[in-house]
């Protein structure tokens, strides 16, 4: 079974700039996660999707940060402007069905975003 | 947040047993997982407890206690490989939240 596929793996930009993270999730997965995760931190949830249903995202930074599930499948997170705290790995996860339920979230390897 | 409260740091010998402990809100508690997460790569994982008790798999083992909001997991027989973070996982309202992460370090 093909895993929770992440692109790019490594991005570098300048504050202000905008960036873009896509995620493909494991065939037939219908919740999508997306956090962040600082160095040395666990990873905070940004937004959790059920099919193309947002079910959370109290943590999104809603000025700069937006996310979209098209079609309950592929997603991409957005960050416009990005500033310096943004610097973290980005990791998306799917599950079956929702965490509450008993099903494990599997993680892709993460997009590791630098802010200079 | 979840309020999800684990140890930042353990250490222990090759062979020798560790236990995390980690607390959790229970408001909309709906179940609790553990995941390693090795330096570098993406959490995988390890446990999930619903209901109250021990569930052990080889050398880890994972506790619930819903009343007291309490979870540990268990590492048995400990190898270097196993130094990694582990992360206490709630899930509340059904929503996934992650503690900071317990850095396990195993010394010869």
């Known amino acids: 079974e093909a895993g929770v596929a992440q692109s790019p793996r490594y991005k570098i930009i300048e504050k202000r700039q905008s960036v873009a993270f896509w995620c493909n999730p494991i065939?037939?997965?219908?919740?999508l996660y997306w956090y962040q995760q600082i160095l040395g931190q666990g990873p905070k949830l940004l937004i959790q999707?059920?099919?193309?249903?947002?079910?959370?995202d109290s943590q999104l930074p809603k000025d700069r940060f937006s996310a979209e599930r098209l079609k309950g499948v592929d997603s991409t997170l957005k960050i416009q402007p990005a500033k310096l705290e943004d610097s973290a790995v980005y990791l998306c996860?799917?599950?079956?069905?929702?965490?509450?339920?008993?099903?494990?979230?599997?993680f892709g390897q993460g997009t590791r975003l630098t802010v200079v | 947040g979840q309020n999800i409260d684990q140890p930042t740091e353990m250490t222990a010998t090759e062979g020798a047993i560790v236990q995390i402990n980690c607390t959790y809100q229970?408001?909309?508690?709906?179940?609790l997982f553990w995941y390693q997460q090795h330096a570098g790569e993406a959490p995988t994982f390890l446990s999930y407890?619903?209901?109250?008790g021990l569930e052990e798999k080889g050398r880890f083992s994972s506790f619930l206690s819903r009343s007291k909001g309490y979870s540990y997991l268990l590492l048995k027989e400990l190898q270097m490989k196993d130094s990694a973070s582990y992360l206490c996982?709630?899930?509340?309202?059904?929503?996934?939240?992650f503690g900071a992460g317990t850095t396990v370090t195993v010394r010869a």
């Open positions: 229970t408001s909309g508690f709906n179940g």
């Open positions: 996860a799917s599950s079956t069905e929702r965490a509450g339920e008993g099903y494990e979230a599997f």
């Open positions: 065939s037939g997965h219908a919740t």
């Open positions: 999707f059920q099919n193309n249903g947002v079910v959370d």
């Open positions: 996982a709630g899930s509340n309202d059904y929503k996934l939240s």
């Open positions: 407890n619903v209901l109250d």
